[in-house]
């Protein structure tokens, strides 16, 4: 049974130094490294670290002219596409996109103002950079806190319009949309809004969301609610973690929406009374030595035989266990009975031979 999501915004597509974004291109999952840019090396093993666990796109923070310098040199040794994040200077922005950067992402409002918003677009006509415009309830501007009172929604999707007037009237459109707030109601209201004054392709994430729990749960609920409804092009989980954990999360939040499917998907019971295995640890194992999968795989690890391969039909292979042993099964079909201590191993072989 298929169930369809809303369909799809309909928005224009841009280009992110050739990697699309927007129009019928799949949501690609961005991250952001948390090296400090001036470490060239360890900056780099971030951003390998993040392509090696999917992530397509990544955004680097330079705070001052020795970041910008060094993300040249990122630049160089990595073919992701990579993202510049200023703040306040447009005079960074200009010294990365000379240096290479696919796109920046800035806030017209806190850039120099039009003086700088121009000397920005016109280095980035010279190479096509993809420059988002990220709104933030944080960093709203005074008019507009005064005539709401608040970073509200209604605010939020004002200040957005007030990039785009400016950018257009400069004839730059190559651009991405985010409304960042740590607010998840506040953050969808004012993309649902904004989708309907433009077509620009959107950039979705929930600022500042939290811990591994809060803010997954933050990320899937926020960007989740916003593809449910077809509105989204890109986006970033945000956690207070290692980067490669976004990445992982924005694939699930994908995968429960049917939208994209990467690696192991693994279908685990709670466990319950019935359960007479180590359970959590087979779990874990799996998860840990198949995490570099890249084919989907639907994997079931069940506690026990009486439900577990009926539980678990739609899985392509899986484990249930009894007393101090289990089952190997294939699409709710018993193969095999095995010890215990030999379910992971088992598994762990047998998918790496389904995907040869
Ligand atoms: S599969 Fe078995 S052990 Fe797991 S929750 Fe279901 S009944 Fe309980």
Excluded: W
């Amino acid at each position: 049974m298929t169930i369809e999501l809303a369909k799809r915004r309909k928005s224009r597509q841009v280009s992110l130094g050739g990697f699309p974004i927007g129009g019928d291109a799949p949501v690609s999952v961005q991250s952001m490294t948390n090296t400090d840019t001036r470490d060239v090396k360890a900056t780099i093993n971030q951003v390998n670290a993040l392509k090696n666990a999917g992530c397509e796109i990544v955004r680097i923070a330079i705070p001052d002219e020795e970041a910008a310098t060094a993300f040249a040199d990122i630049k160089a040794s990595t073919d992701i596409p990579l993202i510049a994040d200023i703040h306040f200077d447009y005079r960074l922005a200009i010294a990365t996109i000379k240096g290479g950067a696919d796109g920046i992402r800035i806030n017209p409002g806190n850039i120099g103002g039009r003086e700088g918003v121009e000397r920005v677009i016109s280095e980035a006509e010279k190479h096509n950079t993809c420059i988002r415009i990220g709104v933030n309830a944080g960093s709203m501007s005074k008019n507009l806190l005064e005539k709401y009172g608040h970073p509200t929604p209604e605010a939020m999707v004002e200040s957005a319009l007030e990039h785009i007037a400016l950018f257009e009237e400069l004839d730059y459109r190559n651009i991405k949309i985010s409304l960042k707030s740590s607010n998840v109601l506040q953050c969808i209201k004012a993309y649902e809004m904004l989708a309907e004054r433009t077509d620009y392709p959107f950039h979705l994430g929930i600022t500042e969301a939290g811990t591994l729990i809060s803010g997954t749960v933050k990320n899937s609920i926020g960007i989740g609610a916003l593809l449910l409804k077809g509105i989204g092009d890109t986006m970033r989980v945000s956690l207070s973690r290692d980067p490669v954990e976004e990445v992982k999360v924005a694939y699930e939040i994908l995968r429960a929406l049917d939208l994209r499917h990467r690696g192991i998907e693994i279908i685990s019971c709670p466990t319950c009374g019935r359960c007479e295995i180590d359970l959590f640890g087979i779990v874990e194992r799996v998860e840990r030595e198949l995490a570099d999968v890249v084919i989907p795989l639907k994997v079931a690890i069940m506690g026990c035989v009486v439900n577990g391969p009926g539980e678990a039909r739609e899985a392509d292979i899986g484990v249930a266990g009894a007393r101090g042993k289990g089952v190997l099964f294939k699409k709710g079909e018993v193969i095999e009975k095995l010890p215990e201590d030999k379910l992971a191993e088992v598994l762990i072989t047998e998918v790496r031979k389904l995907i040869g």
